[in-house]
């Protein structure tokens, strides 16, 4: 008790002010993660690749057979299962049988989107378009214009009216790069179309009888061109355009590809083969948009839609390699000056470091609009000022193809990339297919936007025993806030847990994590879901510094509505595959004017407010973040103080002053209590944040949990924290 008695001395003279942050280890905090809500039931399914071979000479090879063709699938050959000529509204049997197509089944959807450009651009970008439309278009064909101008913007739904076509592709080429008006009208026009039942049943059949359903009833613009096929193509277009409202950037590489992304997910909805016109100057690829980009293609391809990319740079005297040569050297004089740094503290930089190394070798624009292209079975056009012959054998490419159905036989939904390549044996031929997809579970490829490194993650999250390679803690922290509950997701990892391998030629140590974090309500349906990838990177003069004191943190504040929640986290070493999970409830507490308080957390250390710290957020005090650490283990040595961190609401109509006590426990035994120092004045919000710190050299080792309880009058509420320390 003689210790304890100093403790209490320590803590009635101590301030409720935040710590210094040099008396804590250094701790990485993440930039915004991803979310999507995400279930996972595999089933066996098939595969559906479109096919075009062209001779030498670029004409249109339409006599193969089934037999001249051979599929691999991840580097296994797989038995072809169906195969038909598909020539305009007719499909030809391996037999020679002719059928006709059901023009709702197999629809033929071309959209034009424009991007950016010069005056020179546009107008290579709307002889290119005018010349796809110049004949008349199949009964089949149905074309709609969009344009990118940092989102996603409509000009014209699906449509095989010249005219009207005519008229959208000038707006998308005028020297106009604002559609927002345009936009706001198309909407007006579709909802009025469809009428207030939207949404329902997304299967083929359902989607068919809605489209009969909305034909029947129609009566706003265009309501005397609603068939079943426009009704559904109109669905498809409007649910396009709300997904597209939340993805605007100013960043040009997200600009890009976040636009594209809302384009082609939806696009599963209606069979057929669909074909994207993208005519675009180009744009990099960076680490925030890598998985995006590959998502675009794994969802192109199953989805059945090609992009065909139109450089509108035309011919230049300039290389679009330029910009990757120009962003390797700024890598590179980055890198140099964090390699050099003699601070032994870790920062964000060493993650960023390796980002913008690795960002650099995606910079060249023609290569990014190469691959979306011809990674997803359609072409580049390119380094030429006439687009009219490619445009003509883009306009066969959608017409004649050959249709190729096979089983891929995945055995493990990983997320892996998994390569497709289709084969002929006849000499001098060129085959024109898609390249590959993620092996993602069949119910989360449509319309999902799911990185690879993500799978695994889920999948361990559903299998017993939840697996525990390496240390890591996780906690959801609930606040009071002015929309009712706000939870503080947070996911503490210690990087000494991780591998690191070295990269003696760069002069580094290099370790990749991954982690998920998935919140449940009570009926284990998924309300928000939290992710991310993250390289780290170190010199070998502090390897062993960063492994022994080093975390990896992300906090994050959510709203939730009151009720039962459960937090699942799994976390994945990249480089050894090795891979840990936590499950944990909490409840958010519903809303009340009595006495309450917050979660307790542990402060690690603090950061300064930036541009990107919110107002609201809860664990901004006096102009600094709190950064929070869950259930530690601590070396004595490495703290002057325990510093922690909580907020007590109290109650407006009972006048008097809240106080607290803090009651200390170790290995299971109270040791006694502490007075705490004055809480202070409620803030203009009605609360009353406050930090209360203990000194860490009065602390044995050992077990620690400290309760905070607050008492107002005969109000009274309690919080508790647990730590170890070594």
């Excluded at 008695?5 to 301030?15: C, D, E, F, P, T």
């Excluded at 049988?97 to 034009?112: F, H, S």
Aim: neutral net charge; hydrophobic residues 40%; glycine residues 6%.
């Amino acid at each position: 008790m003689r210790i304890f008695s100093k403790l209490m001395l320590v803590i009635a003279a101590m301030g409720a002010s935040l710590p210094a942050q040099t008396s804590a280890p250094a701790a990485t905090a993440a930039t915004n993660a991803a979310e999507e809500n995400t279930t996972f039931k595999a089933r066996a399914e098939e595969t559906v690749l479109d096919v075009v071979v062209r001779d030498k000479k670029g004409r249109l090879v339409k006599d193969l057979k089934e037999s001249d063709f051979t599929v691999t699938d991840n580097g296994q050959t797989r038995p072809i299962k169906g195969f038909r000529i598909v020539e305009g509204t007719e499909a030809i049997s391996s037999s020679g049988g002719r059928m006709q197509l059901d023009p709702l089944r197999q629809l033929r959807l071309i959209t034009l989107v424009f991007q950016g450009g010069d005056q020179n651009a546009k107008k290579l970008s709307r002889d290119a378009a005018l010349e796809l439309i110049k004949g008349e278009l199949a009964q089949n064909v149905y074309i709609s214009v969009m344009a990118i101008d940092h989102k996603l913007q409509a000009l014209q739904p699906f449509t095989n009216d010249r005219a009207l076509l005519r008229k959208a592709i000038a707006r998308a080429t005028a020297s106009v790069n604002d559609y927002t008006a345009d936009t706001i009208q198309v909407r007006k026009d579709l909802e009025q179309m469809l009428g207030p039942a939207q949404g329902g049943d997304t299967s083929l059949t359902g989607q068919a009888n809605a489209a009969t359903t909305a034909a029947a009833t129609a009566t706003g613009p265009g309501a005397a061109n609603a068939s079943g096929a426009s009704a559904a193509m109109a669905q498809l277009m409007l649910t396009i355009l709300k997904n597209a409202q939340s993805d605007e950037s100013q960043d040009w590489s997200r600009a890009s590809v976040f636009p594209l992304l809302d384009l082609v997910k939806e696009q599963y909805r209606l069979p057929g083969r669909k074909t994207i016109l993208y005519f675009s100057g180009g744009f990099p690829i960076t680490q925030d948009t890598e998985d995006p980009f590959k998502q675009i293609v794994s969802i192109a391809n199953r989805a059945n839609v090609s992009f065909y990319a139109i450089d509108v740079n035309g011919l230049t005297t300039w290389s679009t390699a330029g910009n990757a040569n120009s962003a390797l050297a700024d890598a590179g004089a980055a890198s140099m000056s964090h390699v050099t740094s003699s601070s032994n503290s870790v920062s964000t930089w060493d993650a960023k470091g390796a980002d913008a190394a690795m960002d650099a070798g995606k910079s060249d624009t023609q290569l990014t609009l190469k691959m979306l292209a011809e990674e997803t079975g359609g072409a580049l056009i390119a380094n030429t000022n006439d687009f009219r012959t490619p445009i003509r054998k883009v306009t066969e490419d959608v017409q004649s193809y050959y249709e190729i159905t096979y089983d891929p036989q995945i055995q493990k939904y990983d997320g892996a990339f998994r390569k497709v390549t289709v084969k002929t044996d006849v000499a001098d031929l060129r085959v024109q297919s898609r390249a590959g997809y993620f092996a993602l579970p069949p119910n989360v490829t449509q319309g999902a936007v799911l990185a690879s490194y993500e799978v695994p993650l889920l999948q361990a999250l559903d299998t017993q025993p939840l697996k525990t390679d390496f240390a890591f803690q996780s906690a959801a922290m609930h606040f009071r806030s002015a929309n009712g509950g706000t939870c503080e997701v947070v996911v503490d990892i210690p990087v000494g847990g991780l591998t690191f391998e070295e990269n003696k030629q760069a002069g580094y140590f290099d370790g990749k994590l991954a982690y998920v974090a998935v919140v449940k309500d009570a009926d284990g349906q998924v309300v928000k879901k939290l992710r991310q990838e993250v390289p780290l990177r170190v010199t070998p003069d502090k390897i062993a510094a960063y492994k022994a004191s080093s975390h990896f943190i992300y906090n994050e504040a959510i709203n939730l509505n009151p009720g039962r929640y459960t937090l699942e986290t799994a976390v994945l070493d990249m480089e050894s595959q090795k891979m840990s999970a936590k499950k944990a409830s909490f409840i958010v507490p519903a809303p009340s004017d009595a006495l309450a308080m917050s979660s307790v957390a542990m402060i690690r250390n603090t950061k300064a407010k930036d541009a990107g710290t919110k107002a609201d957020d809860p664990m901004l005090m006096a102009g600094k973040v709190v950064m929070p650490m869950v259930n530690p283990v601590l070396k004595k040595s490495d703290y002057d103080a325990l510093s922690f961190y909580l907020t007590i609401y109290p109650d407006k109509k009972n006048f008097q002053t809240p106080t607290m006590i803090m009651v200390f426990s170790k290995d299971g035994q109270t040791l006694g209590k502490a007075n705490a120092p004055a809480l202070g004045d409620p803030d203009a919000e009605g609360r009353i944040q406050y930090v209360a710190n203990a000194p860490a050299a009065a602390l044995p080792a050992g077990n620690w949990e400290i309760h905070f309880i607050t008492q107002q009058g005969k109000e009274t509420a309690d919080e508790s924290v647990a730590f170890t320390l070594e």
